[in-house]
């Protein structure tokens, strides 16, 4: 690399991918990456499928490079878009590649499994996104589970109590009498939980159907947007758990303590083993109480730990 991208260019970074593509033997092509991301010192979490692939990882800026090089020189990915997030460091702990039946799970059963490149909601660019959200009579639904949506969300969007992808057909089924005749925007992470999301709407029979091209992260990306109306937080499944989207004047807070309700970003762990549950307590309350969900779980953990105390 030359002195002017030595400057610029982050330590690390970490990238975002997925791509829906035939591929005849998941196996063989799941050791081949594997090889290719060890050889790199990639971390993160990757997932091969005959459906195609989709992958989290994080390395080295040079390696980073050098990976995006790779895919796009294979012809099952050579189109792929990725994502690209600087860091200061990995921000997975170790590598994960899996060969499973689907890509993201979802969970929908046999027959109603989709393929996106058949039937899928329109895709709109960030731009177009921004626009069609103006409208008259639009739905925008949170295509992503409920403590991802509590962490931030667009404005006005409808988040489905829901904790995995299983729960939505029940959910739509549930809410379809408030969806007639309007248009439904579909947003989600990086853009593939929406490809069969927005796909499995229009199966269900609504037409006027649409998706978030590239999903929250691309849109807080878009030079034009800049996350416009996107309040919060993006969750994402790495060290970080919440990355910055909005980058406007609408940008603000939607998460609040939960001891005295202040506005609190960040998620923490119950720090009870056996519970675990993420939560919004701010840095006050956590000197005071813990952190935990409260009294009980914070009981439960010091009951645990009294044996071994001398
Ligand atoms: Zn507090
Ligand atoms: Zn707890």
Redesign the pocket.
Known sequence: MNAATSIEAPPYQVLLYYRYVPIADPEAYMKEHRALCESLELKGRIIVGEEGINGTVSGTYESTQKYIQAMHDDPHTSDMEFKIDPAEDHTFPKLSIKVRSEIVTLGLPGESDIDPNQLSGERLSPREFYEKMQEEDVVIIDGRNDYEADLGHFKNAICPPISSFREFPDWLRDNAQDLQGKKILTYCTGGIRCEKLSGYIRKEGFEDVYQLEGGIVKYGKDPEVQGRDFEGLCYVFDQRVGVEVNHTDTKKVISH?R??G?E?PHYGNCKWPSCNEQIF??P??REENGLYCGPECRAEAEKDAAPEAE
Do not use: H, P, Q
Request: hydrophobic content about 10%; charged content about 10%; overall charge negative.
């Open positions: 303590c001891y005295c202040t609190e307590v701010c006050s309350c």
